[in-house]
């Protein structure tokens, strides 16, 4: 029988490039978007799910459950992104950014385990990002989102073994997406003391994100995941430098790294 894989935010970006790569695999795939009839013509299924609303997810699980009898796969990749400076930020959009990338993962992580319990298997990939194993300046609240959704998927994975569930994480570096679109931009304020460096930031960012890989990468890397017997605790993917930061951050010391990183971003 063929795999039911969940992907959530899968109307666009890395999720609509993995669903379209597993339905070519031969999986049963079922994406999600808070407003699907929006968008027409969609390569798989697309069905509602806000992932800050507890009853929008228990419907939505619900519902494949009641056509399919089974998710053998969640990919938890809703999110959004947050740029600014810590001071300027408004804290109140802090707390969205956590409602979606933190908690709204945790919140379908946890719809999914009775039915995964039930089955004695199942496999659960939360998207991070290779921003979330380091503070990143102007990009500190969503580094902090998705670094912790990397510790919690350590926890969880523990939790659950017993009941023959995997859960791992994959931490995608800059991809070709509509993610900066999407993202909360704190405005660059006239009497902001960060007026021209965030600026200039903000540039470098979003030239990063048009610059980046195809997210194609990410489908694949996916995919291999889930052929995979014992999957790994972490998986980055991206390219070298990006993948190599990480690496740079466990074995220099602390200041020699934040150097490293002002440079990069002139601050």
Same mark, same amino acid.
């Given at each position: 029988? !063929?795999?039911?894989v969940?992907?959530?935010?899968?109307?666009?970006?890395?999720?609509? !490039?993995?669903?379209?790569f597993?339905?070519?695999?031969?999986?049963?795939?079922y994406?999600?978007?808070r407003?699907?009839s929006?968008?027409?013509?969609h390569p798989?299924?697309l069905i509602?799910?806000d992932?800050?609303?507890?009853a !929008?997810?228990e419907s939505?699980?619900?519902y494949i459950?009641?056509?399919?009898?089974?998710?053998?796969v969640?990919?938890?990749?809703?999110?959004?992104g947050i740029?600014?400076p810590?001071?300027?930020t408004?804290t @109140?959009?802090?707390?969205?950014v956590? %409602? *979606?990338n933190?908690?709204?993962?945790? @919140?379908?992580m946890?719809a999914?385990l009775?039915?995964?319990?039930k089955?004695k298997?199942?496999?659960?990939?939360n998207?991070?990002?290779?921003?979330?194993?380091?503070?990143?300046?102007?990009r500190g609240?969503?580094?902090?989102t998705k670094?912790?959704l990397?510790i919690?998927? %350590?926890?969880?994975?523990?939790?659950?073994?017993?009941?023959?569930?995997?859960v791992?994480?994959?931490?995608?570096g800059?991809?070709? *997406?509509?993610?900066?679109?999407?993202r909360?931009?704190t405005?660059v304020f006239?009497?902001?003391p960060?007026? *021209?460096?965030?600026q200039d930031?903000?540039?470098?960012?979003?030239?990063h994100?048009?610059?980046?890989?195809?997210?194609i990468?990410m489908?694949?890397?996916?995919?291999?995941?889930?052929?995979?017997?014992?999957p790994k605790?972490?998986?980055?993917?991206?390219?070298f430098?990006q993948?190599?930061s990480?690496?740079?951050?466990?074995i220099?010391?602390?200041?020699v790294y934040?150097?490293?990183l002002m440079?990069?971003?002139?601050l």
């Amino acid at each position: 029988m !063929s795999k039911v894989v969940l992907i959530t935010g899968g109307s666009s970006g890395i999720g609509k !490039s993995v669903g379209e790569f597993l339905v070519s695999k031969g999986f049963i795939v079922y994406g999600t978007s808070r407003n699907p009839s929006n968008i027409p013509n969609h390569p798989f299924n697309l069905i509602a799910l806000d992932v800050t609303q507890r009853a !929008s997810i228990e419907s939505a699980i619900e519902y494949i459950i009641a056509k399919e009898g089974k998710i053998d796969v969640l990919v938890n990749n809703a999110g959004m992104g947050i740029t600014g400076p810590i001071e300027d930020t408004p804290t @109140d959009e802090m707390r969205k950014v956590f %409602e *979606t990338n933190f908690f709204g993962a945790v @919140d379908v992580m946890k719809a999914v385990l009775p039915q995964m319990r039930k089955q004695k298997s199942g496999l659960i990939i939360n998207i991070t990002s290779i921003a979330g194993y380091m503070g990143l300046p102007f990009r500190g609240i969503y580094s902090a989102t998705k670094g912790a959704l990397e510790i919690v998927t %350590e926890a969880i994975r523990m939790e659950v073994k017993a009941f023959g569930i995997c859960v791992t994480s994959v931490a995608p570096g800059d991809f070709a *997406t509509n993610i900066a679109s999407g993202r909360y931009h704190t405005p660059v304020f006239e009497n902001s003391p960060y007026k *021209t460096v965030y600026q200039d930031n903000l540039d470098l960012m979003n030239a990063h994100v048009d610059e980046g890989s195809n997210p194609i990468q990410m489908a694949k890397a996916i995919y291999k995941i889930i052929n995979t017997s014992n999957p790994k605790v972490h998986y980055r993917v991206g390219d070298f430098i990006q993948k190599f930061s990480i690496v740079l951050k466990k074995i220099l010391p602390d200041k020699v790294y934040e150097k490293l990183l002002m440079n990069h971003y002139k601050l």
